[in-house]
Nanobody, 122 residues
Framework: QVHLVESGGGLVQAGGSLRLSCTAS????????MGWYRQAPGKQRELVAR???????IYADSVKGRFTISADNAKNTVYLQMNMLKPEDTAVYLC????????????????WGQGTQVTVSP
């Protein structure tokens, strides 16, 4: 059974740090794209950061220079290190995992985690 397990959310003061983890199980692909998204109350879900198994990364402008996405392919785990947190970073953070079959432009499937709450107090 395929699923993602997220951890690392919590309550932190502005300027603090948190590290989110997302571990995949139940499938093995050598080519993957993993991302962290967030959704605040009343707002649309937005991409925070994304990384491929080749190490290519993209970030939302609002988190550049503060957040770092990384992956441990051997552990099937993706991380989001969040530094200099701001109250506007408060949201539910969701992990997304998209494995690709070699030569395919589309993912084999798209898997979402259950979400972890990040709350940043002023």
């Amino acid at each position: 059974q395929v699923h993602l397990v997220e951890s690392g959310g919590g309550l932190v003061q502005a300027g603090g740090s948190l590290r989110l983890s997302c571990t995949a199980s139940g499938f093995t692909f050598s080519i993957n794209a993993m991302g962290w998204y967030r959704q605040a109350p009343g707002k649309q879900r937005e991409l925070v950061a994304r990384i491929t198994s080749a190490g290519n990364t993209i970030y939302a402008d609002s988190v550049k220079g503060r957040f770092t996405i990384s992956a441990d392919n051997a552990k099937n785990t993706v991380y989001l290190q969040m530094n200099m947190l701001k109250p506007e970073d408060t949201a539910v953070y969701l992990c997304n995992w998209e494995p690709y079959r070699r030569g395919s432009a589309s993912p084999a499937f798209s898997l979402w985690g259950q979400g972890t709450q990040v709350t940043v107090s002023p």
